[in-house]
C-alpha cells in the first residue's frame, strides 16, 4: 500500500519569479493552502519522488492552482519541473467519512461474481459524476465496465482486497 496522496500535476511555469501551475488531482484544491511542504517527483510515480519543496505561496486561477516554493526562484527552474507531481503523506490526507474510500487502495483488488467466480481484477475506477465505475480487466484482456452501485456492488473486502458484485443484465458481452 502507498504511503503517499498525489495531490496535484505540475502543467507548466507561471510568471518570471519560479511559478508553476498546478492541475489538482484532489476533490479539494483549496487545500493547498493547508500544506507548508510537498515531496516532489519528475513522473506520475511515487517511486520517482526526488525532493521536498516548502512552499511560500498559494494562489488560483480558474481550475489551477498556482504554487510557489522557497527552493524555485526563476522560470528556467520551474520550467524543468513540468510533467511532475506533488504528493503528501498519508497522515496530511483528507480523514475519510462514513461510506467513503480512496480509489487507490481498491487498485487491483479481485473482482467476483456471486457464484465466486473470479471475473478480474480492478484496473481503473472511472469518476462519472453520477456514479463510480470499476474497470475490471478479465484474464482475456478485456475491460469489464461495473458501475458502482446497491444493485450491483455486494460487498467490498478491504482486508482481503476483495470486491463481490452481481452483473446487472446487459453488462457482459
Given at each position: 500500500?502507498?504511503?503517499?496522496?498525489?495531490?496535484?500535476?505540475?502543467?507548466?511555469?507561471?510568471?518570471?519569479?519560479?511559478?508553476?501551475?498546478?492541475?489538482?488531482?484532489?476533490?479539494?484544491?483549496?487545500?493547498?493552502?493547508?500544506?507548508?511542504?510537498?515531496?516532489?517527483?519528475?513522473?506520475?510515480?511515487?517511486?520517482?519522488?526526488?525532493?521536498?519543496?516548502?512552499?511560500?505561496?498559494?494562489?488560483?486561477?480558474?481550475?489551477?492552482?498556482?504554487?510557489?516554493?522557497?527552493?524555485?526562484?526563476?522560470?528556467?527552474?520551474?520550467?524543468?519541473?513540468?510533467?511532475?507531481?506533488?504528493?503528501?503523506?498519508?497522515?496530511?490526507?483528507?480523514?475519510?467519512?462514513?461510506?467513503?474510500?480512496?480509489?487507490?487502495d481498491w487498485m487491483q483488488a479481485i473482482v467476483k461474481d456471486e457464484d465466486g467466480t473470479v471475473?478480474?481484477?480492478?484496473?481503473?475506477?472511472?469518476?462519472?459524476?453520477?456514479?463510480?465505475?470499476?474497470?475490471?480487466?478479465?484474464?482475456?484482456?478485456?475491460?469489464?465496465?461495473?458501475?458502482?452501485?446497491?444493485?450491483?456492488?455486494?460487498?467490498?473486502?478491504?482486508?482481503?482486497?476483495?470486491?463481490?458484485?452481481?452483473?446487472?443484465?446487459?453488462?457482459?458481452?
Amino acid at each position: 500500500m502507498s504511503n503517499f496522496f498525489r495531490i496535484g500535476m505540475i502543467t507548466s511555469a507561471h510568471g518570471i519569479k519560479g511559478a508553476v501551475k498546478v492541475f489538482p488531482t484532489t476533490e479539494d484544491p483549496q487545500r493547498f493552502r493547508l500544506l507548508k511542504t510537498v515531496q516532489f517527483s519528475s513522473s506520475e510515480e511515487e517511486q520517482d519522488m526526488e525532493r521536498q519543496f516548502t512552499i511560500s505561496q498559494v494562489q488560483f486561477s480558474k481550475n489551477m492552482v498556482i504554487v510557489s516554493f522557497k527552493e524555485v526562484t526563476d522560470r528556467n527552474e520551474a520550467e524543468r519541473l513540468r510533467g511532475g507531481s506533488l504528493w503528501i503523506p498519508d497522515e496530511e490526507a483528507v480523514p475519510l467519512k462514513e461510506g467513503e474510500f480512496y480509489i487507490r487502495d481498491w487498485m487491483q483488488a479481485i473482482v467476483k461474481d456471486e457464484d465466486g467466480t473470479v471475473l478480474g481484477k480492478v484496473d481503473d475506477i472511472l469518476e462519472t459524476g453520477s456514479n463510480l465505475v470499476l474497470v475490471v480487466k478479465e484474464e482475456n484482456g478485456k475491460e469489464l465496465l461495473i458501475p458502482m452501485i446497491h444493485e450491483c456492488i455486494l460487498s467490498m473486502d478491504q482486508e482481503k482486497k476483495e470486491i463481490n458484485v452481481h452483473l446487472l443484465k446487459g453488462l457482459r458481452s
